[in-house]
């Protein structure tokens, strides 16, 4: 019941270790940025044997005058700190630096020196260029990994490749590649290759291919390369846009087993949109072929967004279906708190 849930749960998991600095950019896009400020996004989760809710963590970000994010700090349970990041800009207000740091229990203060850090560089039409990432060791900073990305003529990208340091040098053992097509302005594959070591070369994985209709994105379909062959059709989602061509949901399919390789419908995703297209309830539903029909059932999931009079976000509520309750049940909650830079956001502990 719980499978389809913790896949989701641990993607978004994922993206949120890989690179804390970026976890919430579209969060605060609404917001005013023109003052200094801290903005703090608190997690809590419900515990179904204690009945009651659990603050897990909270991340705290902290902006300039000129509205650029200078730290990001993670908390655990709202009040242990583990790791801050530090931000430094260029003239043109591009991330160069990002500088990452520990908590020292021992000295209750963050540790001087940082353990990892990435720097970022531009091409002359300052499009990311390469991302490096440093780890501190007792002799200094030494190289650990690096993205490049790669553009052609007209300024699309057309490849992100990765490289391990080792042994003095740059190497794609363990890496991965993806390059990118394009048709009319619009990409349309993304191929996913990794690194062959005994071939010493990069292997074609998977690939996604997308398909367009007055610019507007369809649908993308998936594939994985099967014994060195061919490509196989793997999972597709079907895009659906309201009149004004706003996403308001899609639909995803699977290949079924059969020898016609037919798709096979797996779930809904609907958005609900308030008058000013804010997204204020997002529900999935699974297919039950049985009915020929998407249903609310156990699986079924549903988000819930909350926000202030002038449209900034405030709340995101995850619910499950409780079937033995007939209703959408809230599971964990977000917040996130705006406030001036002289002030701390405080524990909500008292929120229902």
């Not at 890496?175 to 594959?189: A, E, L, P, R, V």
């Not at 994105?217 to 594939?223: G, V």
């Not at 014994?227 to 009149?243: A, F, P, R, V």
């Amino acid at each position: 019941m719980n499978s389809k849930r913790n896949s989701m749960n641990s993607k978004i998991l994922i993206l949120l270790l890989f690179f804390v600095g970026n976890y919430a950019c579209y969060m605060y896009a609404q917001e005013n940025t023109t003052n200094p400020k801290v903005f703090c996004e608190l997690y809590r989760n419900f515990d179904p044997l204690q009945k009651t809710w659990l603050v897990s963590d909270s991340i705290v970000f902290t902006y300039n005058q000129n509205g650029n994010k200078e730290s990001a700090a993670v908390f655990t349970n709202t009040s242990t700190p583990s790791i801050q990041t530090k931000f430094t800009y260029n003239t043109k207000n591009q991330i160069i630096n990002e500088l990452y740091y520990q908590w020292n229990d021992t000295t209750n203060n963050w540790n001087i020196k940082p353990f990892k850090q990435a720097i970022f560089t531009y091409n002359p039409w300052d499009s990311l260029q390469t991302i490096r990432y440093d780890i501190m060791e007792t002799t200094g900073w030494n190289k650990l990994a690096k993205w490049e990305i790669k553009y052609d003529q007209n300024k699309y990208k057309t490849a992100e490749i990765g490289f391990i340091w080792s042994e003095m040098q740059w190497t794609n053992i363990g890496c991965q590649k993806f390059t990118f097509q394009y048709k009319n302005n619009n990409c349309i594959s993304k191929t996913n290759h990794t690194w062959d070591d005994e071939k010493n070369q990069f292997q074609l994985v998977s690939k996604t291919v997308y398909s367009y209709n007055n610019n507007m994105c369809e649908t993308s379909t998936n594939f994985v390369w099967e014994k060195e062959t061919n490509w196989q059709k793997s999972t597709k989602d079907s895009l659906i846009y309201s009149n004004n061509n706003i996403l308001i949901g899609q639909i995803g399919f699977v290949v079924n087993t059969s020898q016609k390789k037919e798709w096979e419908k797996v779930y809904q995703i609907s958005h609900v949109l308030d008058q000013t297209n804010h997204i204020i309830q997002t529900t999935q539903t699974f297919w039950n072929n049985k009915n020929k029909r998407f249903q609310i059932d156990e699986n079924a999931q549903e988000i819930s967004y909350n926000y202030s009079n002038e449209g900034q976000l405030e709340a995101v509520l995850n619910k499950h279906f409780d079937r033995t309750m007939n209703q959408f049940v809230t599971d964990s909650e977000t917040f996130f708190i705006t406030q001036p830079s002289n002030k701390t956001p405080q524990n909500n502990k008292e929120r229902s």
